[in-house]
């Protein structure tokens, strides 16, 4: 099937609402789409899925083979792909990883959106620049966002008209279409029971504004899928999956379940027992906020300390964080994790942490190189034992190992996208 890659000359300019409304209005209307995000991204992953009804896929063009990249991306709907910050921005020191090079690998049209709010005349230059950059990204079309009036719309579209680029649709300014945010981004789709009003008045909103048939009709043939499925990390898993455990990307559980692995889910945030498994794994999310809830999961941390003693057990950052001995919340308090690992956290001073990351470990479940990224804004207070991960960034810098092991139990503040 066919897909189309949305971008936009830097962050803040709407791609995401732009994007879910597109996504949500070729729903209504019978197109058979699914959505895909450009990198590293968890959040909005899961607002895609919630404007179709169908998983959304992340294709990370620095972490993943040009073949992966291919494979995943194939799929019996159209594919409309969100890009990532700026259309050429990428990891240091070159952009590796950017949506250009994504749109290179796939060979897919690219639609910009650019914000117009603060430009008239000025925006015929910046178009051309992005349009001239580099001949094997190929701008298909414009979407004209923020623009003020009809008078506002006839300025712009006089100034691109000599560059003879489709113009595909202006949307007006809409404070009614903005999204609560929290340190990692969106707040999490689940959390939100007015997301579907959302959904339907950005549907509205680029149904009014925009030429969708005209903007399908661009869209080209995606690439054969061209990689094997790697086998699974175990053939029994079981996955924590609630708002606390959320950050875990779709192709792992696909790719997995595709090589025969079976899938189980539970919840920590409602003190299930871990089910039996080979492997336990406790994704990233949000357990900062829920730290009481998880402190007093007495049935959940009882097996999961029970289940360390036959199992392997793996945790990405908030799980990660989950499997030490405290967690410290914003306002000083803290909490008793699982006590698995020998360290303590703490979001009472805050400090960022993100970047790709070149790993590999020695032990564990996930032995092996990988590619991964790090975000979050956790401070390690205490970090006691033998390492899990050696570590560099995206340019090939060594860092300071990464994570923790003690005997079955793995852990860092890591994610893992896809082998190296």
């Known amino acids: 099937m066919p897909g189309l890659i949305v971008v936009a000359p830097a962050s803040g300019s709407g791609k995401t609402t732009v994007t879910l409304g597109l996504l949500r209005a070729l729903t209504r209307n019978g197109t058979r789409v699914r959505g895909a995000k450009s990198g590293p991204d968890y959040i909005d992953p899961a607002y895609h899925a919630a404007a179709t009804g169908k998983p959304c896929l992340n294709l990370d063009a620095w972490a993943m083979s040009a073949a992966a990249l291919c494979t995943r991306a194939a799929t019996e709907d159209v594919l409309l792909i969100e890009g990532a910050m700026g259309l050429f921005d990428g990891a240091p020191p070159d952009g590796a990883g950017s949506s250009a090079d994504l749109a290179r690998i796939l060979g897919l049209p690219v639609i910009l959106i650019v914000d117009a709010a603060r430009m008239a005349q000025s925006i015929a230059p910046l178009v051309a620049g992005f349009a001239q950059h580099d001949p094997a990204v190929r701008i298909a079309g414009i979407i004209l966002n923020k623009v003020g009036s009809d008078r506002h719309a006839a ?14 649709g202006t949307l007006p300014r809409r404070d009614d279409l903005t999204r609560p945010s929290r340190h990692l981004g969106l707040e999490q789709a689940m959390e939100d029971p007015a997301l579907p009003a959302f959904l339907d008045r950005a549907a509205d909103w680029v149904t009014t504004g925009c030429d969708l048939a005209a903007l399908a009709a661009l869209a080209r043939p995606l690439p054969a899928p061209d990689a094997p499925i790697a086998p699974p990390p175990a053939q029994r898993i079981a996955v924590a999956q609630d708002v606390a455990f959320s950050f875990l990307y779709p192709h792992q559980l696909q790719d997995w379940q595709a090589a025969g692995a079976q899938i189980t889910p539970f919840s920590p945030l409602a003190d299930d027992p871990v089910p039996d498994a080979d492997l336990i794994i406790l994704p990233g999310g949000y357990p900062e906020l829920y730290a009481p809830q998880l402190a007093a999961a007495q049935t959940f941390m009882q097996s999961l300390k029970n289940a360390s003693q036959t199992t392997d057990i793996y945790g990405e950052c908030g799980g990660y964080m989950t499997l030490g001995d405290s967690l410290t919340t914003a306002d000083g308090t803290v909490h008793a994790m699982a006590g698995l690992l020998r360290l303590d956290t703490s979001f009472a001073a805050r400090k960022l ?49 990464m994570g923790l092991r003690l005997g079955r139990v793995t852990g860092s503040f890591a994610h893992i996208i896809d082998k190296a």
Request: hydrophobic share 45%; no cysteine.
């Open 155 to 168: 300025m712009l579209r006089r100034a691109l008209a000599p560059l003879g680029l489709p113009i595909l």
């Open 353 to 401: 942490h993100l970047g790709y990351r070149q790993l590999h470990a020695m032990h564990g479940p996930f032995a092996g190189a990988w590619r991964g990224h790090e975000f979050h804004y956790a401070t390690t207070t205490r970090a006691a034992g033998d390492p899990l991960f050696t570590a560099r960034d995206a340019a090939g810098q060594a860092l300071p190992a």
